[in-house]
């Protein structure tokens, strides 16, 4: 493929590696994107409904906060890392160097389609390296105010968009990369995977899954309810870390449930579907298969739906059971299901023979329980007592674990994964140590298992 040839040849030129092309490149893009801030507010709202709010929220004010945290911190992450050296390499001195790994393929979803393709990319372009990028066609007034951005700051050469749909991503995946960054839905992870061990590519797979929400009787129940349905009906539930469902405590479940319909009718109104703030499903297929998800039978609120306008209003049900369609699959999308237990140890077990979720959000006041489900369960992050916001924390790592994903990034780490740490050792030329050399005599032998 000719651009990739012209991106390898433009990288191993070494204009990308120095700290002002790095800082040059960022600001050109944050200052493209707040000169077309408008344009992609208007495109989210085209593609999903969002808001002015909720678009800067979740997608625009996360992305400026990503590139003054890339200036802020650059010449720091570039700097080499002295580390010491054990006896046995006297006289020398170590370091680590991240290095670029030249040419990344960024491939985003459609649900953050703006954050979830220049964030990365950012992060990229601070690492040093070129960038081909293949954002969703499932949002495509999104992807046209990107492509129109990048190709207004960039050289193909740095960085390209390439459009299209599963045809174009599979003809991307043929060719080598040294590095692969994929946001999206388990199933396609796997195929990319399979794709990048062809050519032994390194990959980062920020993927999802069933992240659960579990209400302790210890627990400030409004609250919990409140900050739930929050994370929950956030872009109308098309988000890889809202609450999936909810393993309640049967002592609060019926507060519980009260407090979480009073919550979700003050931040949507009666009629969630005339509010303009409230958003769409991306698509026909995809709202079809979330009606299907729908046992009006156990549907206790909402679920009224326009399928004209793509919109479905907030759901819950309850009485759910691991056999319901509810529970096959991530949901993504404005339905809640409860699930009631006894006691934590049957929400303990029920989360732990399930494969690792993204995300896990326990809500109570008991250190005990907290230890216990931190410690003992297996998941990408998690929140205590709130939901969603450790996504914004640039000191934390966000990613998956199994079947939710691989790889780590957001601040420094967003650094380290777009980067090969090189060890470098830089020995010295003044005193040269024979001990090493043949022939091991004893003395010599004796010395080394001194010095290892």
């Given at each position: 493929m000719v651009l990739i040839d012209k991106q390898r040849e433009f990288f191993e030129s070494g204009k990308t590696l120095s700290y002002e092309?790095?800082?040059?490149?960022?600001?050109?893009?944050?200052?493209?994107v707040k000169k077309n801030e408008?344009?992609?507010?208007?495109?989210?709202?085209?593609?999903?409904?969002?808001s002015e709010a909720e678009s800067f929220m979740s997608e625009i004010g996360l992305f400026y906060d990503d590139i003054a945290y890339n200036l802020k911190n650059l010449k720091k992450h570039m700097r080499p890392e002295r580390c010491g050296s054990p006896l046995s390499i006297f006289p020398s001195k170590s370091q680590v160097l991240q290095s670029p790994y030249g040419l990344v393929l960024i491939i985003?979803?459609?649900?953050?389609?703006?954050?979830?393709?220049?964030?990365?990319?950012?992060?990229?372009?601070?690492?040093?390296?070129?960038?081909?990028?293949?954002?969703?066609?499932?949002?495509?007034?999104?992807?046209g105010i990107m492509t129109k951005i990048i190709e207004e700051t960039f050289p193909k050469e740095l960085v390209c968009f390439v459009n299209g749909g599963a045809e174009e991503c599979k003809a991307l995946l043929e060719e080598k990369f040294d590095y692969i960054f994929y946001t999206g839905n388990t199933n396609v992870g796997?195929?990319?995977?399979?794709?990048?061990?062809?050519h032994l590519t390194p990959v980062t797979l920020e993927l999802g899954g069933k992240s659960p929400a579990i209400i302790s009787r210890n627990c400030n129940l409004r609250l919990a309810a409140r900050r739930v349905a929050?994370?929950?009906?956030?872009?109308?539930?098309?988000?890889?870390?809202?609450?999936?469902?909810?393993?309640?405590?049967?002592?609060?479940?019926?507060?519980?449930?009260?407090?979480?319909?009073?919550?979700?009718?003050?931040?949507?109104?009666?009629?969630?579907?005339?509010?303009?703030?409230?958003?769409?499903?991306?698509?026909?297929?995809?709202?079809d298969r979330l009606c299907g998800l729908i046992d009006k039978s156990k549907v206790i609120f909402g679920g009224e739906s326009d399928p004209a306008a793509l919109k479905?209003?907030?759901?819950?049900?309850?009485?759910?059971?691991?056999?319901?369609?509810?529970?096959?699959?991530?949901?993504?999308?404005?339905?809640?299901?409860?699930?009631?237990?006894?006691?934590?140890?049957?929400?303990?077990?029920?989360?732990?023979k399930n494969p690792h979720p993204l995300a896990l959000y326990l809500f109570t006041s008991n250190k005990n329980e907290e230890k216990r489900f931190l410690y003992g369960l297996q998941f990408g992050d998690a929140c205590v007592n709130d939901v969603v916001i450790h996504v914004t924390n640039h000191n934390l790592p966000f990613g998956g674990i199994g079947d939710s994903g691989m790889g780590i990034y957001h601040g420094n780490y967003s650094?380290?994964?777009?980067?090969?740490?090189?060890a470098i050792v830089k020995a010295s030329t003044l005193i040269d140590i024979p001990i090493r050399y043949q022939?091991?005599?004893?003395f010599k032998r004796a010395v080394l298992r001194l010095f290892m």
């Open positions: 092309a790095r800082r040059d490149s960022l600001k050109k893009l944050r200052d493209c408008n344009e992609i507010i208007a495109a989210l709202k085209s593609d999903l409904g969002k985003s979803p459609w649900n953050y389609p703006f954050l979830l393709t220049l964030e990365p990319l950012a992060d990229a372009l601070a690492a040093g390296n070129c960038c081909v990028v293949k954002p969703s066609e499932l949002s495509p007034a999104t992807t796997r195929y990319v995977m399979e794709k990048a061990a062809a929050f994370g929950k009906f956030l872009n109308v539930g098309q988000t890889c870390v809202a609450p999936d469902y909810v393993i309640i405590e049967k002592a609060v479940h019926d507060d519980f449930i009260k407090y979480l319909k009073d919550e979700i009718v003050k931040m949507y109104g009666e009629k969630p579907l005339s509010n303009e703030n409230y958003g769409k499903i991306i698509n026909k297929r995809h709202f479905i209003s907030p759901v819950i049900m309850d009485g759910v059971t691991e056999d319901d369609a509810v529970m096959k699959e991530e949901i993504f999308g404005p339905l809640l299901p409860l699930i009631s237990v006894e006691n934590l140890d049957q929400a303990f077990n029920f989360i732990q650094f380290e994964t777009f980067s090969h740490p090189k022939p091991l005599t004893d």
